[in-house]
């Protein structure tokens, strides 16, 4: 009886995670670089320090704190959904010296295709990454980050201009 209680209140409290206090933050393209073969810098801005949701220092609490972009027509930046055509990656503070913005991030991203299953992940070439942005004028991004105890964060859409994204892609190695 006492472990049936207990797997009950248990089961309950799972479905208590704790909303936000901070709206969705708003974020702002700056610019995008291609680092290596792989790797592509995003740089952006928040109206929200979105690695101190809870106001406790930076990462603090958090489980991870990440930039999706979709690359093909998967909206959905659901935690528990993989995005198959994407970019992501983690996210770094930047320090800002532009004293109108007020927080600044880059993200190193993978531009990757990910089975179903996120079992396997695999870098896209460049011929396929023109073939997905061929018809597209800009690619969504949003930040998700997660936390012990607290439903996802999810931030606005921010686009990045196709235009700059395949600018880098097909920079000469």
């Given at each position: ?24 933050a708003n974020l702002s393209f ?144």
């Amino acid at each position: 009886m006492y472990r049936l209680l207990l797997c009950g209140l248990l089961t309950i409290c799972s479905g208590c995670a704790k909303d936000h206090v901070k709206p969705p933050a708003n974020l702002s393209f700056e610019s995008v670089e291609r680092e290596n073969s792989s790797l592509y810098v995003i740089r952006y801005q928040s109206d929200v320090d979105v690695l101190d949701l809870f106001d406790r220092g930076e990462r603090v609490g958090m489980i991870s704190g990440m930039l999706h972009c979709s690359l093909a027509d998967d909206h959905d930046f659901s935690v528990g959904k993989a995005i198959q055509f994407s970019a992501f990656g983690l996210i770094r503070s930047e320090k800002n010296e532009d004293a109108t913005a007020k927080f600044s991030y880059l993200t190193r991203a993978f531009l990757s295709e990910t089975s179903n299953d996120r079992s396997s992940e695999r870098d896209l070439s460049v011929t396929e990454l023109n073939h997905f942005l061929s018809d597209k004028q800009q690619v969504p991004c949003k930040v998700v980050v997660t936390a012990y105890g607290y439903k996802p964060y999810y931030s606005n859409i921010m686009n990045i201009p196709v235009a700059d994204l395949l600018r880098e892609i097909n920079k000469p190695r």
